[in-house]
């Protein structure tokens, strides 16, 4: 289904011959995309280095930069999770700027779109060469692993509840791939090689997936973690190789490591502003991506803290339990912010779901419209898309909704002096 916002009230309405919409405007061409991109490549070029839970498609980014941008123009991506929109902004010659109070998130957008040179692809292959070379090595001495290469790593001190979650024998693999891939002199590289290490850690780890934060028992064996290691690190380099090939290196990412919520300061004014906010009380990323953040070090207690939407903060108990006023608040402020980050008129564009609040269905589209509307923003269009079968969801509650909304509004808020 699509809707126009009428002109005169803003109300919402069915599209219809009274619609009155210039023939060439890039709505009205947006009114005629198929936005369920059923059967649709998703992981072409870097977007399938990582994991990441509920990541829009490419091809819905892809589709409003296109409309709703030109080239050398700047893109913004306010919950930019894993990079799907820096990576379609860089791929259609844009500048970009990304947030996430993720670190994790930050990262994985970081190695996506990273430009290598001919020294990241030979220290990515070097070190693909060294952990094979080990993994070799464990074959050979099965119970004396690493005998005669001890001094050439640290001793690991074991993270918090570590071996609750890792057999003894793959954390000592995993400590020595982070020890290589923090030796990586390169950043690119370096960001790449640290993503490989993170997209492997939930598939070698006693936890069951990276959807269900419950143990179970692999049939893992000595060595398994560095020959997993080494294939998902070529494949990250090999994909890597084509994004650079396929981009050209003036066009940059940004990402900024900060709670939106705190407005940062970006530096510019972006031309359009493409994301897909978190549905309240549908994930946990501080919870499902707890182990990974342990291994990179990562700040994963303040991230918890600031998570917006996390099935946490709306299923506790008591007076501390967020609502949907809490959401309404939060997108109030990111609005509020959003009119000095974007340029006057440009679009500011927002895929989100629904959720369940209460046992109830929560149309989040609707709020975020309203809100909107008393932050100096217009209503251009929302349309709705279905959900592939195939997307899997944290909480059973969730995995219901089925369909979800891309809202289009427009940055009318006049500028104090």
């Known amino acids: 289904m699509i809707r126009f916002a009428n002109q005169e009230s803003h109300a919402l309405t069915p599209a219809s011959d009274s619609i009155k919409i210039a023939l060439y405007s890039p709505i009205q061409k947006l009114s005629t995309v198929d936005w369920d991109f059923k ?16 990541k829009f498609i490419p ?9 709703l941008s ?7 991506d306010i919950f930019c999770g894993s990079g799907t929109t820096l990576v379609e902004a860089i791929v259609l010659k844009r500048d970009c700027i990304g947030i996430d109070a993720n670190p994790l998130g930050c990262l994985i957008s970081r190695a996506k779109t990273a430009f290598l040179s001919e020294q990241d692809k030979d220290s990515l292959q070097k070190l693909q060469d060294r952990v094979e070379n080990l993994a070799e090595n464990q074959l050979s001495h099965q119970y004396s692993m690493f005998k005669e290469n001890d001094l050439a790593f640290p001793n690991f001190d074991p993270k918090e509840n570590i071996e609750f979650w890792f057999e003894p024998f793959v954390i000592d693999e995993l400590a020595k791939i982070k020890h290589l891939c923090k030796e990586v002199p390169t950043e690119n590289a370096r960001d790449i090689a640290l993503t490989a290490f993170s997209s492997i850690i939930v598939s070698v780890s006693r936890q069951d997936s990276d959807t269900r934060y419950v143990r179970k028992q692999k049939n893992i064996k000595e060595g398994d973690t560095l020959r997993r290691f080494a ?19 003036k066009f940059k990412p940004r990402i900024i490591n900060a709670n939106i919520l705190d407005s940062p300061d970006i530096g510019t004014t972006a031309d359009l502003m493409v994301c897909s906010p978190p549905y309240p009380n549908a994930y946990s990323y501080h919870l499902y991506h707890r182990t990974r953040m342990l291994w990179l070090d990562m700040d994963q207690s303040s991230f918890k803290t600031q998570e917006i939407g996390s099935h946490r903060k709306y299923s506790r108990k008591g007076n501390g339990r967020a609502t949907v006023q809490t959401f309404r608040a939060e997108l109030s402020n990111i609005l ?3 009119t000095k980050a974007l340029k006057i008129g440009g679009y500011a564009c927002f895929v989100i779901g629904d959720s369940i609040l209460n046992g109830e269905v929560t149309r989040n589209d609707e709020h975020l419209i309203d809100v909107a509307k008393g932050n100096g923003y217009s209503l251009e269009a929302d349309f709705t898309r279905n959900i592939q079968d195939t997307r899997k969801s944290f909480n ?5 909704i ?10 009318n808020r006049v500028q104090n002096a």
């Open 70 to 76: 030109s080239v050398s123009e700047t893109v913004l």
């Open 231 to 249: 294939r998902t690190l070529e494949s990250a380099r090999k994909k890597s190789e084509s994004f650079s090939e396929a981009v050209e290196k």
């Open 39 to 54: 059967d649709a490549e998703t992981g072409y070029l870097t977007h399938g280095i990582h994991p990441y839970p509920a």
């Open 396 to 400: 059973p509650a969730i995995g219901k």
């Open 59 to 67: 091809q819905i980014p892809n589709t409003l930069i296109q409309e």
């Open 336 to 338: 509020l912010w959003l």
């Open 402 to 411: 089925r369909t979800e909304h891309v809202v289009i509004l427009r940055n």
